[in-house]
């Protein structure tokens, strides 16, 4: 959001659903996202009929605010329900709004994961990914995509430099010999 709004040479708007560190970047949430973020089925059961009505007020909230796109983050439970939701109001207007989603389903982890794949595009018009083979098998499964990086990778690549940089020797620097003996590992 601190990227988008950096970005944009107009003034931009969120509204919607997120977690503290949104609404500190200005986005005023529906609700504290803490009520839909159950994991299990049996868990999920005793709160199917509130998350339905969570996901309807979202709905009634975005097509009242009128956005040039709609981006779901993660939980694709509710994300998914929100962007067919979205999608069959939409239809019903002229100007629909671009429903992006970001964190690719773990398609590759599904049995027909593929299959199942092509279907998104009904309501996604672009993922995010943030794994590097994903966006090939979107976009060869009908389903515009781009590999953003995964945050947490990033972040570990970032102090993996960090460390190097402030070592005396580098990795790349040390010979395999080194390494091997450091390591204890045979020449085989």
């Given amino acids: 959001m601190a990227s988008l709004k950096a970005l944009s040479p107009v003034p931009v708007r ?30 999920l059961l005793p709160h199917i009929y509130n998350i339905k009505r969570k996901i309807e007020n979202t709905v009634d909230a975005a097509m009242l605010f009128q956005p040039h796109a709609v981006v779901t983050v993660d939980s694709k439970g509710f994300s998914f329900r929100l962007l067919k939701q979205l999608k069959c109001r939409s239809n019903q207007k002229v100007q629909s709004p671009l429903h992006i989603h970001y964190v690719s389903p773990s398609f590759w982890a599904w049995k027909s994961g593929e299959s199942r794949l092509s279907k998104l595009h009904d309501f996604v018009d672009h993922m995010l990914c943030i794994l590097p083979f994903e966006e090939e098998i979107c976009r060869f499964n009908g389903l515009p995509a781009t590999y953003v990086g995964h945050p947490l990778l ?35």
């Fill in 14 to 43: 969120f509204a919607g659903v997120g977690g503290e560190l949104m609404c500190k970047e200005g986005l005023q949430s529906l609700f504290p996202m803490e009520d839909i973020a159950i994991m299990g089925l049996w868990e």
């Fill in 154 to 188: 990033n972040d570990a690549i970032c102090l993996n430099m960090e460390a190097e940089l402030s070592s005396e020797k580098s990795q790349h620097q040390r010979s395999c010999e080194a390494f091997r003996l450091e390591h204890g590992l045979s020449p085989g």
